[in-house]
């Protein structure tokens, strides 16, 4: 049962900070060759004790490393993993109120066996794990969705030489995450986070053209989906937290995806086996609070109330009434409070200065101190 494992911290972090020039400048060394990789990561290190002591001044219980490390939320993650390449950019439409970002991300394809030969995100835990247990809080490793490396091209981004019958590729996939989690447990990992687009992108009608271009049906998609992300969580350590991040997508304070989560919420929320959602909800595209209804009796729902998109704070008595509502669904005793997503899921970051941002953590504390106390 997640809950005693996981109830003392009503306040999360879903996980990306903004960078500080100090990262950018060292990156930018880097590119030109100024700055080795390893001079890099020792920049980048610091930095990261920085984030911890951010979060801890903030009132957190737990800490990221804001994924100081990482240029992209999911790409250096995904890269290192053996059988998988890139192709051109995905053209994707990001909307912010003002109107369209256009951005690329690029498509993972599948061109050989899909193994896991090094680690993932293990150097980046081997960073936060002695700073965090310095601070006094719980280090959570983010991870992206196994679900990344087949969304963005499908079966036909599968190498059919490598995986002549597609049940081994899902089978080699979850492997790799499976391999991956164990080894950030026993390093020490007990809290470990996926990052999920894809599960709220079906929620969008605007992207089933996609998902019927690369020859799946939304609804059966999510169904195997949910088989691959239960292959990657089965047979976990009973000390050991499984979150999910449900993300629309989050680019320089823009999003990709719009939709409440009731296409999903079934099969998500009641059949995924997964202890904590972060969820989205702050603002009205992401719908009511009525797919809280599948949420499992086992499962905690943190709620995304609190935007990492824009710089204006949020009323605290706005966000208690939001909670009251939530509650009539789920009972207060299975929720939190969180940002609705990192603040730099990319690297350039969202449209806040670093004391906006600590200004929407302090905000997520101090609610839940008067909530639950």
Same mark, same amino acid.
């Given at each position: 049962?997640p809950g005693?494992?996981?109830?003392?911290?009503?306040?999360?972090?879903?996980?990306s900070?903004?960078?500080?020039?100090?990262?950018?400048?060292a990156?930018?060394?880097?590119?030109?060759?100024q700055?080795t990789?390893?001079?890099?990561?020792?920049v980048?290190t610091?930095?990261?004790?920085d984030a911890v002591a951010?979060?801890?001044?903030?009132g957190l219980k737990v800490?990221?490393?804001?994924?100081?490390?990482?240029?992209h939320?999911?790409?250096?993650?995904?890269?290192?993993?053996?059988g998988v390449?890139?192709?051109g950019?995905?053209?994707t439409?990001?909307q912010t109120?003002?109107?369209?970002i256009?951005?690329?991300p690029?498509?993972?394809?599948t061109?050989?066996?899909?193994?896991r030969?090094k680690?993932?995100?293990?150097a980046?835990?081997?960073?936060?794990?002695p700073?965090?247990?310095?601070?006094?809080?719980?280090?959570?490793?983010?991870i992206p969705?196994?679900?990344l490396?087949?969304?963005r091209t499908?079966?036909?981004g599968?190498d059919?030489?490598?995986?002549?019958?597609i049940?081994?590729?899902?089978?080699?996939?979850?492997?790799?995450?499976?391999?991956?989690i164990?080894?950030l447990?026993?390093?020490g990992?007990?809290?470990?986070q996926?990052?999920?687009t894809?599960?709220?992108?079906?929620c969008?009608?605007?992207?089933?053209?996609?998902?019927?271009?690369?020859g799946?049906?939304p609804?059966?998609?999510q169904?195997?989906?949910r088989?691959?992300l239960?292959?990657?969580?089965?047979d976990r350590?009973?000390d050991?937290?499984?979150?999910?991040?449900?993300?629309?997508g989050?680019?320089e304070?823009?999003?990709?995806a719009a939709?409440?989560?009731?296409f999903v919420?079934? =099969?998500a929320?009641?059949? /995924?086996? *997964?202890?904590?959602f972060?969820?989205?909800f702050? +603002?009205?595209r992401?719908?009511?609070? $009525?797919?809280?209804?599948?949420?499992?009796p086992?499962?905690?729902?943190?709620?995304g109330?609190?935007?990492?998109?824009k710089p204006?704070?949020?009323?605290?008595?706005?966000?208690k009434?939001r909670?009251?509502e939530?509650?009539k669904? =789920?009972?207060?005793?299975r /929720?939190? *409070?969180?940002?609705q997503?990192g603040?730099?899921? +990319?690297i350039?970051g969202?449209?806040? $200065?670093?004391?906006?941002?600590?200004?929407?953590?302090?905000?997520c504390v101090?609610v839940?101190?008067?909530?639950?106390g």
């Amino acid at each position: 049962m997640p809950g005693p494992k996981y109830l003392p911290m009503r306040a999360d972090i879903v996980g990306s900070l903004l960078r500080p020039d100090t990262i950018h400048q060292a990156r930018a060394k880097h590119a030109s060759g100024q700055m080795t990789r390893e001079e890099l990561w020792k920049v980048e290190t610091g930095c990261v004790a920085d984030a911890v002591a951010l979060q801890k001044e903030c009132g957190l219980k737990v800490a990221t490393d804001g994924e100081y490390h990482r240029r992209h939320w999911f790409m250096d993650f995904v890269e290192r993993i053996d059988g998988v390449g890139f192709g051109g950019g995905l053209p994707t439409k990001f909307q912010t109120e003002e109107g369209v970002i256009e951005f690329a991300p690029p498509k993972v394809m599948t061109v050989g066996k899909l193994k896991r030969t090094k680690p993932l995100a293990g150097a980046d835990f081997a960073d936060l794990k002695p700073l965090a247990d310095k601070a006094g809080l719980i280090p959570k490793q983010a991870i992206p969705s196994p679900t990344l490396v087949h969304f963005r091209t499908g079966d036909p981004g599968v190498d059919k030489k490598a995986y002549p019958d597609i049940t081994e590729y899902y089978h080699d996939l979850a492997q790799v995450y499976r391999d991956e989690i164990k080894a950030l447990y026993d390093a020490g990992c007990r809290y470990i986070q996926i990052d999920e687009t894809n599960y709220p992108f079906l929620c969008d009608p605007k992207m089933h053209d996609h998902v019927r271009s690369i020859g799946e049906d939304p609804k059966q998609l999510q169904v195997k989906y949910r088989d691959l992300l239960n292959a990657v969580t089965k047979d976990r350590p009973n000390d050991l937290i499984i979150a999910m991040h449900m993300c629309r997508g989050n680019h320089e304070s823009a999003w990709a995806a719009a939709g409440g989560y009731e296409f999903v919420a079934e =099969v998500a929320f009641g059949q /995924l086996d *997964i202890d904590v959602f972060f969820l989205e909800f702050d +603002t009205d595209r992401a719908g009511d609070f $009525t797919p809280l209804r599948f949420l499992s009796p086992n499962k905690i729902a943190v709620l995304g109330l609190v935007t990492s998109k824009k710089p204006e704070l949020e009323s605290k008595d706005a966000l208690k009434k939001r909670l009251d509502e939530a509650s009539k669904l =789920v009972p207060l005793d299975r /929720l939190a *409070i969180s940002p609705q997503c990192g603040f730099a899921s +990319t690297i350039g970051g969202n449209r806040l $200065t670093v004391d906006q941002e600590k200004a929407k953590i302090r905000l997520c504390v101090d609610v839940a101190h008067d909530v639950w106390g």
